[in-house]
């Protein structure tokens, strides 16, 4: 049973970090894409970072480009989410997403299109 565990929310002031990660297992993580999207209340969940297979591939929007930043281990099967410079505007539900195709992850319009999800970890960030 695939399971994908999010953990590293919280709490933050407006300028603050958090890291979030990701603990994957019941699948090869190394042949999966990974990446991290949001939801806040009443929006569309969107997307917020993919990262390649190797993870020597990375793409974010521009509305967290220069202040969040993916990476992978590949032997501890965990993905990462370093955000830094943090504003009320990223308060969401914050979920981890993988999928054989790294396409599907940096251009996925539904939450169907991506093969497991997480559950969520909540980041709120005060002003």
């Known amino acids: 049973q695939v399971q994908l565990v999010e953990s590293g929310g919280g709490l933050v002031q407006a300028g603050g970090s958090l890291r979030l990660s990701c603990a994957a297992s019941?699948?090869?993580?190394?042949?999966?894409?990974m990446g991290w999207f949001r939801q806040a209340p009443g929006k569309e969940r969107e997307f917020v970072a993919a990262?390649?297979?190797?993870?020597?591939?990375?793409y974010y929007p521009d509305s967290v480009k220069g202040r969040f930043t993916i990476s992978r281990d590949n032997v501890r099967n965990t993905v990462y989410l370093q955000m830094n410079s943090l504003k009320p505007e990223d308060t969401a539900v914050y979920y981890c997403?993988?999928?054989?195709?790294?396409?599907?992850?940096?251009?996925?319009?539904?939450?169907?299109?991506?093969?497991?999800w997480g559950q969520g970890t909540q980041v709120t960030v005060s002003s």
């Open positions: 997403a993988a999928d054989q195709t790294y396409g599907h992850i940096r251009y996925a319009t539904s939450k169907n299109e991506i093969d497991y």
């Open positions: 019941g699948l090869t993580f190394s042949v999966y894409a």
């Open positions: 990262i390649s297979l190797s993870g020597g591939s990375t």
